[in-house]
């Protein structure tokens, strides 16, 4: 069923500088209430929207550059706020956010908004959501876009092993399997956590070899120097703001329950036939860290109708550095694949 904001619920616009961002209306779907945020650009509804999916540690408020774009070409674009951020529900039980549930949440959106097929477009960790989307909702999907996230099959042993191996127990992704220390961590300086995560990279092409303190996100938030200098920072101050403030809202549990769901998501996942049909984009970095570009390479043997490109020069928070750039590639693929 789908609520309209109303009294105190209403919300003011997301940005301190005045800049449009939608206002969010609130839909029940798969028992909990989500955030969402529209701009309609296909009245006649003679494509299939798009819905994109954010990652971690970002919100709808991420596609703020790319929401006006599409609806300016003629889609009606939807962003929402994942369980566990922004001003969407955020239950504690870390189970709710294996990949079966959180495509069932866009799934159950789909059901709320009376929508039959969409164009699932993911960054990061939504792009880890938008490729299983189609593989298990595949009715449910007219098209998949990763950005940064290639779709890969599963790997032959749980992932977390792979990564404490190659990159030692101070990964990210190990360090967040510990219930309560990371939010704690980050908790005590959100707007720090912030600008250390949305830095421009410091090369143009990524090294043979990074080093692993790279991966150290919480050692580097504890132990390392702070970001002081604006130019680093791909967010404005008042757009970091902005996440500051989404985050006193929601907590930091309910994204790394993400995290949390790695090993289990491989479980479920394993069995299941990676091949995914639908037309597909994937848009990576050249100086991605988190999401380097060599882990598309072989993509198309599971993903047979797709379209790749690369944004030189450019790092893992593409909507924020590359917002024209990606503009330019998304809406001309979804013009040539989603308006016939």
């Known amino acids: 069923m789908r609520k309209a904001i109303a009294g105190n619920d209403a919300a003011p616009q997301y940005s301190p500088m005045g800049e449009s961002f939608p206002q969010p209306v609130f839909i029940d779907a798969n028992g909990v209430r989500l955030a969402v945020y529209e ?10 929207p798009v819905v994109l999916v954010h990652g971690w540690p970002e919100i709808a408020y991420s596609w703020k550059h790319i929401l006006p774009a599409l609806a300016g070409a003629g889609f009606r674009a ?16 870390k189970a709710l956010y294996d990949i079966e549930h959180m495509t069932g949440d866009l799934a159950a959106l789909l059901d709320a908004l009376a929508i039959d097929r969409a164009i699932f477009c993911g960054h990061d960790w939504g792009g880890a959501i938008v490729w299983p989307m189609a593989q298990l909702h595949g009715p449910r999907v007219a098209g998949v876009i990763g950005v940064s996230t290639p779709h890969r099959p599963p790997p032959p042993v749980a992932p977390l092993s792979i990564l404490e191996k190659r990159h030692t127990d101070q990964h990210y992704m190990v360090r967040f399997q510990e219930e309560a220390v990371p939010e704690r961590i980050i908790k005590a300086d959100p707007a720090a956590f912030f600008r250390m995560m949305f830095r421009r990279p410091r090369f143009r092409t990524l090294p ?27 967010l404005s101050n008042a757009d970091i703001a902005v996440y500051v403030d989404a985050y006193e809202r929601s907590g930091f549990t309910g994204g790394i329950n993400l995290y949390r769901n790695i090993d289990r998501n491989w479980e479920f996942m ?6 995914i049909a639908h037309p597909a984009l994937w848009v990576g970095a050249s100086s991605d860290i988190y999401l380097p570009t060599s882990g598309a390479d072989g993509m198309e043997k599971i993903v047979p109708d797709l379209e790749k490109h690369v944004i030189a020069d450019c790092g893992h ?23 016939g």
């Open 39 to 48: 701009t309609d650009g296909d009245p006649r509804r003679q494509r299939p």
């Open 78 to 93: 939807i962003a929402l706020d994942l369980k566990g951020f922004g001003r969407s529900d955020a239950p504690a039980d």
């Open 208 to 234: 043979d070899d990074l080093n692993n303190r790279v991966y150290d996100l919480l050692g580097r938030l504890q132990h390392g120097p702070p970001v002081t200098d604006d130019a680093e920072v791909v």
């Open 270 to 275: 394993k069995s299941r036939d990676p091949v």
């Open 317 to 339: 928070w593409v909507m924020w550095e590359k917002p024209a750039e990606l503009n330019a590639i998304l809406i001309d693929w979804l013009l040539r694949k989603m308006s």
